[in-house]
């Protein structure tokens, strides 16, 4: 059955829709809020001007470490280590960004390569306390701060050293057990230098030094009087 449709009145002509009662609210809270409106608007205006500026700034300081980082490397790869230390401490202009924890690295060879151990310790020292997030350059400092403690004959640091290289997984996990093996050896802890040996072994079956490392760790387990590992 068809309901009758209902009769628009001169009065539902006369009755405003609900766009126009809400821009009515609209400018009549503005009014009473001019105010408050105007400064929210200049905040906003002013953290939308900082953040612009702020990303600027970043992109031209990224821009200029990398730029100072390629040519420390080029010297650094040149054996022009003096030149490259000098290009290198001028990334510290840039402490913010990557190219400046990546300089501490090469700082640090670069120092060791002229025996200025010392100085190469510092810096990746410098370098593990700014970087926290990094696995590989971590790992990468671990493992050069160990190689650098050995020349100084701090074989119980370099030890230690390697063994925290060795707990982050990364490509050089196995140069840090066979540098911890190494430092164990010289410290005279003959038991824990074999079972790092065992485990690099262990851990790389494929490894091109797999059968030196296999005679080293037998000639060890001779020495401790320990039958050979099978």
């Not at 060791?112 to 100085?119: D, G, K, P, V």
Request: charged fraction near 25%.
């Amino acid at each position: 059955m068809r309901t009758a449709s209902r009769r628009i009145t001169r009065k539902d002509i006369r009755q405003p829709d609900w766009f126009v009662l809400a821009m009515r609210r609209f400018v009549a809270f503005s009014k009473t809020n001019q105010t408050a409106l105007i400064a929210g608007a200049a905040v906003i205006v002013f953290l939308g001007a900082a953040l612009f500026g702020l990303s600027l700034y970043r992109g031209r300081q990224n821009r200029l470490a990398a730029e100072e980082y390629a040519r420390a490397v080029d010297l650094y790869h040149d054996g022009k280590y003096k030149e490259a230390l000098d290009a290198l401490n001028r990334l510290e202009l840039y402490s913010s960004t990557y190219y400046s924890r990546m300089g501490l690295l090469y700082a640090a060879n670069a120092q060791a390569a002229l025996q200025n151990t010392t100085a190469a310790v510092d810096s990746l020292h410098r370098l593990l306390d700014r970087e926290k997030k990094d696995p590989m350059l971590r790992q990468s400092a671990y493992v050069s701060l160990g190689y650098t403690q050995e020349q100084r004959a701090q074989w119980g640091d370099a030890a230690q050293s390697y063994a925290e290289a060795e707990k982050i997984a990364g490509p050089l996990k196995g140069d840090a057990t066979l540098g911890k093996a190494r430092s164990y050896a010289q410290a005279g802890h003959t038991k824990e230098a074999i079972a790092a040996y065992r485990k690099f072994l262990a851990d790389n079956p494929d490894s091109e030094r797999f059968n030196e490392i296999s005679v080293r760790a037998g000639e060890l387990e001779a020495k401790a009087g320990q039958a050979p590992a099978k």
